[in-house]
C-alpha cells in the first residue's frame, strides 16, 4: 500500500459546482497534513495546511478524519480558476513529508 | 522575499553527459528536499538535508545520482551519467523544519537525448 494515496482524476465539473477529494494515508502515527496546489508547468504552492478540527479558507474546506486515515479538500462555488492538480502531503513522527500523486480538477465553463 | 532559487531552468543534454542542477533555499530554512517529477511517477522525494546534512537517501535511483549541501545556503544535485529515463522536472523545496510546510523553487526541466 502506497503512504499517500489520491484518484488521479480527472475531475471535470462545471463552474460553481462543489467537489471534494480524499486523501487516504497509511501511517496512522502521522501528525502533519497539507494541501499543495500545482498549476500547469508550475511548482506545487501550499493551498493550506489542515488541522485537527478542521479549517476553511473562503470556498476551500480541509478537514482530517484520522480513524479512518484520511484528509479531504472541499471546494465550493468552483471558478475557472481552480483548474489545477491538488496534491496532499502528509508528514508523521520523524518522516519526511510524503505527497500524493495529486487529483487533477478541470472547471469547465 | 527571494523564494527558492533553481538554475537552470530548462537543460536539454545528450545522454552520458554529467548534468548538475544547483539550488538556493530560503535563507533561516533548515531542511531542504530535491523532488524528481514525472507524469508516470508523480513528485518523487530523491532526498533531503536537515541542517546540512542529508537524512533520507532512500529515493535516490542509482548511483548516477549524487547531492551535495556544502552549506545553509546552497546544494547540487549531479546525474553522471545522464540518461534518456533522467527526463523529469526536478523541484529543489526548502522548509523551517522538516515537517513543515516546504516552499518549492520553479524546477529544472531536463531533456536528457
Known amino acids: 500500500r502506497k503512504e499517500v494515496e489520491q484518484d488521479p482524476g480527472p475531475f471535470n465539473v462545471p463552474e460553481g459546482a462543489t467537489v471534494a477529494f480524499n486523501c487516504t494515508y497509511s501511517?496512522?502515527?502521522?501528525?502533519?497534513f497539507f494541501w499543495y496546489r500545482q498549476d500547469c508547468r508550475k511548482e506545487p504552492k501550499l493551498l493550506m495546511s489542515v488541522y485537527s478540527s478542521g479549517n476553511e479558507d473562503g470556498r476551500f474546506t480541509a478537514q482530517l478524519n484520522r480513524a479512518s486515515q484520511y484528509i479531504s479538500l472541499l471546494i465550493r462555488d468552483s471558478k475557472l480558476s481552480d483548474s489545477a492538480t491538488y496534491l496532499c502531503?502528509?508528514?508523521?513522527?520523524?518522516?519526511?513529508?510524503?505527497f500524493g500523486t495529486g487529483t487533477k480538477l478541470q472547471v469547465i465553463p | 522575499d527571494a523564494g527558492v532559487i533553481q538554475s537552470p531552468r530548462h537543460e536539454v543534454t545528450e545522454m552520458g553527459q554529467e548534468v548538475t542542477l544547483r539550488c538556493k533555499p530560503i535563507s533561516g530554512h533548515n531542511s531542504l528536499f530535491w523532488y524528481r517529477q514525472t507524469m508516470m511517477r508523480g513528485l518523487e522525494l530523491l532526498i533531503y538535508f536537515n541542517n546540512n546534512v542529508p537524512i533520507d537517501d532512500s529515493g535516490m535511483p542509482e548511483d548516477r545520482f549524487s547531492a551535495k549541501m556544502p552549506n545553509a545556503s546552497f546544494s547540487t544535485l549531479k546525474i553522471q551519467p545522464s540518461e534518456p529515463r533522467d527526463s523529469a522536472v526536478y523541484f529543489c523545496?526548502?522548509?523551517?523544519?522538516?515537517?513543515?510546510?516546504?516552499?518549492f523553487g520553479p524546477g529544472t526541466r531536463l531533456l536528457v537525448l
Open positions: 501511517n496512522s502515527a502521522s501528525q502533519s
Open positions: 502531503a502528509v508528514a508523521g513522527g520523524y518522516q519526511k513529508v510524503t
Open positions: 523545496a526548502s522548509s523551517p523544519g522538516q515537517q513543515e510546510t516546504q516552499y
